[in-house]
Nanobody
Framework: QVQLVESGGGLVQPGGSLRLSCAAS????????MSWYRQAPGKERELVAG????????NYADSVKGRFTISRDNAKNTVYLQMNSLKPEDTAVYYC???????????WGKGTLVTVSS
């Protein structure tokens, strides 16, 4: 059974930091390109940061470049999103995404809420 379980969300003040984690199970984690998406109220889901494939190449939304860092630990089947200098506009539900590189399949987590407010 495939599972992507996000954690680490919460309420943080502007300028603060959070680290999101996504624990994966039920599939070969190292064969998937992992990404983080977010969806703010009334807006479409957007890519925040992701690995382009199974290697180390990453891409980021312009709005988070220099503030967010995605990383993965294949030994722990976990992907992380380190978020620094958070802004109120970063408030959203953050979703973990796994995209198969060798097979056409995509999995989603249920999301974790990040609220940036004073």
């Amino acid at each position: 059974q495939v599972q992507l379980v996000e954690s680490g969300g919460g309420l943080v003040q502007p300028g603060g930091s959070l680290r999101l984690s996504c624990a994966a199970s039920g599939f070969t984690f190292s064969s998937y390109a992992m990404s983080w998406y977010r969806q703010a109220p009334g807006k479409e889901r957007e890519l925040v940061a992701g690995f382009t494939s199974t290697g180390g190449t990453t891409n980021y939304a312009d709005s988070v470049k220099g503030r967010f860092t995605i990383s993965r630990d294949n030994a722990k089947n976990t992907v992380y999103l380190q978020m620094n200098s958070l802004k109120p506009e970063d408030t959203a539900v953050y979703y973990c995404n796994a995209r198969g590189v060798y097979i056409r399949v995509t999995y989603w987590g249920k999301g974790t809420l990040v609220t940036v407010s004073s």
